[in-house]
């Protein structure tokens, strides 16, 4: 039986996530703020928080001085190539360890996730005499590339994380029903893990979305996405605060509203399997 | 006629091609602050006279260094025009990755670069990248409050009256510090203050064998020194504190005084942003009586790196950038008051310009500091808030860490000493100095 829930208790839990959510949310809400303020209220002490004139300044300054549409642009085809050519290598990746297991399965899952332990600058130097030689660099499919090799073991252990809780047997009762291998994964596997496959995605997307390292030293003027539309605004000699934050405002912007629209589907995903 | 039409035709086009195969898009590297950005608007001139296409990629600083090392140290070739500082250009030059700059035209006239700008950006009396705009390190004042304290500023003052005037115009209850200084970790933040600083003091980074110098009295002074002044009279938390922290504090009138870069005086003289605008004074920075003032020498300059398929026209761009016509035009456009400071001699012969209050103090600074002779006693090293070797950002970040602790209360000047002392011998043996 389910143990009766007071509305006393209703409340505190209530206010209790109200005020974590509030505190993760403040930072950014903070950024919004100060990005309709003045330079000099932006430094303001005590600062201010609503109490001020609001202005549109920034906004106008950073679009005349930037062109945040190649900024935006770039940082879509960089975000979605890489989850998009991700998921299609991962899916077959992620079928084959959770339901083709080897006695070694185990450990090549704990080596992919080993490599996102490396530090990235580590291998700035490789990559960036490889990215020459290819004549790759500051290009959309260069970064395209990196970003997918390192959000690939993510993405596959997430898959394989789904995948392990989709039963064997209905895969077997395709098989005996004549299906091949690739009508197995296309149309029953992979319809069966949409919301795990759809928040691999979103949560792809944010993270090569926010990349900063990869995409601020391998890109120039051509392929620079957002995060180097962000860079631009930030200096230590010169209190730029509120322009900063106005092209900061405009960059998680994109993001933010996704993530916003789709936090059904990311929470359903996240959660796949989680309760039996 | 079928010929003739046709041989037009055929140089028309050859025409068409050569101009289009003339007209070059160069790629420019640059850092985010006001004359950089003032310069991106004004790139429109640039193209009208010489028909090239600019893109510009503008960075935070740090970013930048690291951005454009990786690019040149690999022949990458992302760039065309880079934007860098006194610690990289003689270094990049001796390492042969930079085109010379020995061949300008005579219209730029480059004897007219302020000899201690040209200095510091050459190496073996060649010219690497030319000076947008320099910079030293000057007081910057509160003279209502300075008078409030019955003091008067002296042109050329000492620590000692500096230390002084701090606590006297220091005025807790109304959150008033006598002395906002950087105290933040990092060698171009509060390492560059406390070298140049130290300089005054007497001591030196490196002795002739390139021993490190944290051993001696000097350096112990110079750090009780500093410590003691800001527990007097500085802000809370001096030790998180760089430029935009203490230019946001002089700015809303929490400062007496404020000891930083010379470019720091267009900010907080402007009424828009500076609650004390109408009443900042300005002095050279303190000395101790051994020859050696406090204050540092920067320039931030465009420099080509060896190798660029553009050359030619990167050229030209360096030249109309920082060229005497370039300080015409932003006069023009924004005022005198906003043109490129501390770069050329003719710029300060200029009589509008000297009518602008910190024009003659900061030409003043900048000629105050010689990289070549930076030290009291002999040192090996060119640069007067660095040493112009590969290995010094490295060491002196960690230094100036050590030193932050200090400031924060977590060690004492003794123990950071040892500390520096250590790190830096160990660094530099390893580097093969020993």
Redesign the interface.
């Known amino acids: 039986m389910a143990r009766a829930v007071t509305t006393q208790r209703k409340i505190i839990n209530t206010a209790a996530a109200w005020a974590v959510g509030l505190a993760i949310f403040f930072p950014i809400l903070w950024t919004i703020l100060t990005s309709f303020k003045?330079?000099?209220q932006a430094?303001?002490?005590p600062p201010l928080f609503l109490g001020f004139d609001w202005t549109l300044e920034n906004y106008s300054v950073v679009m005349e001085?930037s062109d945040y549409a190649k900024y935006l642009w770039n940082s879509i085809i960089i975000a979605g190539g890489s989850t998009l050519l991700g998921i299609i290598i991962a899916v077959p990746a992620a079928w084959s360890m959770a339901f083709v297991p080897s006695k070694r399965t185990k450990d090549i899952l704990m080596w992919m996730l080993s490599t996102k332990m490396l530090p990235a600058v580590g291998v700035?130097?490789p990559i960036?005499?490889l990215f020459?030689k290819l004549g790759i660099?500051?290009s959309k499919i260069g970064l395209v590339i990196v970003l997918m090799l390192i959000n690939l073991p993510i993405i596959v252990w997430m898959l394989y994380t789904y995948f392990k809780e989709i039963p064997g047997e209905i895969l077997e009762a395709a098989r005996m029903d004549g299906a091949t291998l690739k009508e197995e994964v296309i149309y029953i596997l992979t319809p069966m893990a949409i919301p795990g496959i759809a928040s691999t995605i979103l949560l792809n997307v944010i993270l090569a979305w926010n990349e900063a390292f990869w995409t601020?030293?391998l890109t120039?003027?051509?392929a620079?996405p957002l995060t180097?539309f962000i860079?631009?605004?930030?200096?230590?000699?010169?209190?730029?605060y509120a322009k900063l934050s106005a092209a900061s405002t405009m960059a998680i912007a994109p993001i933010l509203i996704l993530g916003w629209f789709s936090q059904k589907q990311l929470v359903s995903g996240l959660t796949f399997g989680a309760v039996k | 006629m079928k010929r003739t039409y046709g041989a037009l035709l055929g140089a028309c086009a050859t025409i068409a091609f050569a101009s289009v195969a003339a007209a070059e898009t160069i790629t420019i590297a640059t850092v985010n602050n006001g004359d950089m950005i003032r310069m991106q608007g004004l790139t429109d001139d640039f193209t009208a006279k010489t028909g090239h296409e600019v893109e510009w990629v503008t960075l935070e600083e740090n970013v930048l260094r690291q951005r454009v090392t990786t690019d040149i140290s690999t022949k990458g070739g992302a760039f065309d025009i880079m934007t860098i500082g006194m610690y990289e250009t003689p270094i990049w030059g001796a390492n042969g990755w930079l085109v010379a700059l020995d061949d300008l035209s005579p219209e730029y006239d480059a004897a007219d670069i302020l000899p201690a700008m040209a200095g510091g950006l050459s190496h073996e009396g060649t010219l690497y990248a030319a000076p947008f705009y320099g910079e030293s390190s000057m007081i910057m004042y509160r003279t209502d409050l300075m008078e409030k304290a019955g003091l008067e500023m002296p042109e050329a003052p000492t620590w000692t009256f500096i230390r002084e005037a701090a606590a006297a115009m220091t005025d807790r209850a109304n959150d008033v510090n006598g002395i906002c200084l950087r105290g933040k970790a990092g060698w171009g933040e509060g390492g560059a203050f406390i070298t140049a600083m130290s300089n005054s003091f007497g001591a030196r980074w490196f002795d002739m064998d390139w021993n490190a110098q944290f051993d001696t009295q000097p350096w112990k002074d110079t750090l009780e020194f500093f410590v003691g002044m800001m527990s007097e009279s500085g802000p809370a938390g001096y030790a998180t504190n760089g430029f935009n922290e203490n230019l946001s504090l002089f700015q809303q009138g929490k400062c007496g005084m404020w000891i930083d870069a010379t470019v720091a005086a267009s900010f907080v003289t402007n009424p828009n942003d500076s609650t004390v605008a109408d009443s900042v004074g300005f002095a050279l920075a303190p000395d101790n009586g051994l020859g050696k003032r406090s204050n540092w020498l920067w320039a931030w300059a465009l420099a080509i790196p060896a190798g660029s398929q553009k050359e030619a026209a990167a050229k030209q761009f360096i030249e109309w950038a920082t060229s005497k016509d370039y300080i015409e035009l932003v006069a023009a456009n924004e005022g005198w008051a906003n043109v490129p400071p501390g770069a050329r001699t003719s710029l300060y012969e200029n009589p509008n310009y000297m009518e602008v209050p910190f024009a003659k103090m900061t030409l003043d600074s900048i000629l105050s500091a010689d990289p070549n002779n930076s030290t009291v006693e002999e040192s090996p090293y060119v640069g007067v808030q660095f040493a112009a070797i590969p290995e010094f950002a490295g060491i002196a970040t960690e230094v100036s860490q050590e030193f932050s602790a200090v400031y924060a209360g977590q060690q004492t000047v003794d123990e950071a000493l040892a500390k520096a002392q250590a790190i830096t011998n160990d660094a530099m043996e390893a580097a093969g100095y020993k």
């Open positions: 003045t330079e000099a430094i303001a002490d001085r700035l130097y960036y005499l020459i660099l500051d601020l030293n120039a003027a051509k620079a180097a860079a631009s605004y930030s200096s230590p000699e010169g209190l730029f």
